[in-house]
């Protein structure tokens, strides 16, 4: 599919885990780039963590140590797994698709999100 779906939030008390995934379409023309975001009431978006098609990835300093990204081999899902969680993680996650083809061809794909809860 074109847009993401995200799956796999839910509540967890701190120090559990979660592990979320990313389900999106790739056209074999393309290069993508795969991010999770966050978004807590009151507070701005904020990026969380991202791979790309050479499987370079990268986190916020927040989650480092903590977060892990990966994706599946036909790369069409990605997921996060969330270790040692904190309530400052709790937050509404979005996987965002960036998606690259030809020269001058770029689209940007977001998810509806899934919420994630961590409480003390």
């Known amino acids: 599919q074109v847009q993401p779906v995200e799956s796999g939030g839910g509540s967890v008390q701190s120090g559990g885990s979660l592990r979320l995934s990313c389900t999106a379409s790739?056209?074999?023309?393309?290069?993508?780039?795969m991010n999770w975001y966050r978004q807590a009431p009151g507070k701005e978006r904020e990026f969380v963590s991202s791979?790309?098609?050479?499987?370079?990835?990268k986190y916020a300093d927040s989650v480092k140590g903590r977060f892990t990204i990966s994706q599946d081999s036909a790369k069409n899902t990605v997921n996060l797994q969330m270790n040692s969680l904190k309530p400052e993680d709790t937050a509404m996650y979005y996987c965002?698709?960036?998606?690259?083809?030809?020269?001058?061809?770029?689209?940007?794909?977001w998810g509806r999100g899934t919420q994630v809860t961590v409480s003390s």
């Open positions: 965002k698709k960036i998606e690259l083809c030809g020269d001058s061809d770029m689209g940007t794909y």
């Open positions: 791979i790309d098609d050479d499987g370079s990835t």
């Open positions: 790739r056209n074999t023309k393309c290069n993508y780039d």
